[in-house]
């Protein structure tokens, strides 16, 4: 019986944890300071910034929503380019098999750069395509 109470208030207690807040996102660059460079078989249909903990360090995210707009699967590489010469970035979608994206299909990803706590004054973002 005790066992049973115990293991009741710990659930309880496990099912009440507060959420986080969601972080304020904000554009990543100030406009006329952002170039993107996209293939035609990708659709930009979001990209912003927050900051959040990465690691324990604040630290800027950039969220890049992308959709495949073409008839085929398709895996792209997104790269990142800051004024301060760091670049993050990586392969959409990362897993799976084959990783790819079908028509029509959309994904949202995100990139921290660690340790940068101030927004960006200017941004390059690359899409390209991937074999897979």
């Known amino acids: 019986m005790v066992l049973a109470l115990a293991a009741f208030f710990m659930a309880g207690c496990a099912a009440t944890k507060p959420t986080p807040p969601k972080p304020e ?7 006329g300071n952002l170039v993107r460079s996209l293939v ?9 910034c927050h900051f959040a903990k990465y690691k324990n ?3 800027l995210y950039f969220r890049v929503s992308l959709k495949n707009v073409s ?3 398709q895996r792209f590489r997104v790269n990142i380019f800051l004024e301060n010469g760091k670049a993050v970035g990586g392969l959409v979608p990362r897993k799976g098999k084959p ?3 079908k028509p029509g299909q959309e994904v949202t990803v995100k990139y921290p750069v660690q340790g ?11 899409v390209k395509s991937a074999s897979y």
Do not use: I, R, Y
Not at 25 to 31: R, T, V
Not at 40 to 48: H, I, R, S, V
């Open 71 to 73: 008839s085929e699967p």
């Open 116 to 126: 940068m706590d101030q927004k960006p004054k200017s941004v390059t973002l690359m």
């Open 99 to 101: 990783p790819v994206l």
């Open 40 to 48: 035609p078989e990708a659709k930009l249909t979001g990209f912003d």
């Open 57 to 59: 360090v604040k630290s």
């Open 25 to 31: 996102s904000f554009a990543c660059a100030a406009k």
